[in-house]
T-cell receptor
Framework: GENVEQHPSTLSVQEGDSAVIKCTYSDSASNYFPWYKQELGKGPQLIIDIRSNVGEKKDQRIAVTLNKTAKHFSLHITETQPEDSAVYFCAASRRAGGTSYGKLTFGQGTILTVHP | SAVISQKPSRDICQRGTSLTIQCQVDSQVTMMFWYRQQPGQSLTLIATANQGSEATYESGFVIDKFPISRPNLTFSTLTVSNMSPEDSSIYLC???????????????FGPGTRLLVL
């Protein structure tokens, strides 16, 4: 089955700095890669996702890059703010054409702390 | 995205008892899932809740321990049976909408149920 490795496990940055979280996956057939942000006491919230037919996607201060050859994808947060402090999870799944279900396999999570 | 609610939001239970967790979605969805998140850990899929049929369980999870119901397209329950302290976790419901093309829709999570077993 799929295995997703996520690094680092903790990341501490100063407000305004950039943060990068990296994930690798094992199943070359995986083609959908979402990122979730989980704040204390809440469920995971989707912040961005990328599909295997593109190499990069950006949404304001958040971007995700995908390298299919190396089987890794990364989350980039620019101009970090204290409210970005949370646990971030990457995930991978395989989606067949025409069907919506693909089991999500999650990375271990990264605790991001942004210091004012 | 769908609005997902879970009940209860948290509970403290005695070992040997059972707890049923409810997941309600504000719109009809194709897929509903149940995950477990042990303290400080990542998310692990327990099962896929199938509407009108038996749930599909992942390796390491069995129906006798985690019976699941899904009577319609907006509601599902997960029961944690014969609980032990090792069952103390956050239990999360997630949903995936109707297929809207090749890629379908992604999974959205409920707020979770925080369970402590003494």
């Amino acid at each position: 089955g799929e295995n997703v490795e996520q690094h680092p496990s903790t990341l501490s940055v100063q407000e305004g700095d950039s943060a990068v979280i990296k994930c690798t996956y094992s199943d070359s057939a995986s083609n959908y890669f979402p990122w979730y942000k989980q704040e204390l006491g809440k469920g995971p919230q989707l912040i961005i996702d990328i599909r295997s037919n593109v190499g990069e996607k950006k949404d304001q201060r958040i971007a995700v890059t995908l390298n299919k050859t190396a089987k890794h994808f990364s989350l980039h947060i620019t101009e970090t703010q204290p409210e970005d402090s949370a646990v971030y999870f990457c995930a991978a799944s395989r989606r067949a054409g025409g069907t919506s279900y693909g089991k999500l396999t999650f990375g271990q999570g990264t605790i991001l702390t942004v210091h004012p | 995205s769908a609005v997902i609610s879970q009940k209860p939001s948290r509970d403290i239970c005695q070992r040997g008892t059972s707890l049923t967790i409810q997941c309600q979605v504000d719109s009809q969805v194709t897929m509903m899932f149940w995950y477990r998140q042990q303290p400080g850990q990542s998310l692990t899929l327990i099962a896929t809740a199938n509407q009108g049929s038996e749930a599909t369980y992942e390796s390491g999870f069995v129906i006798d321990k985690f019976p699941i119901s899904r009577p319609n397209l907006t509601f599902s329950t997960l029961t944690v049976s014969n609980m032990s302290p090792e069952d103390s976790s956050i239990y999360l419901c997630s949903v995936e909408g109707p297929n809207t093309g090749m890629w379908g829709e992604t999974q959205y999570f409920g707020p979770g149920t925080r369970l402590l077993v003494l």
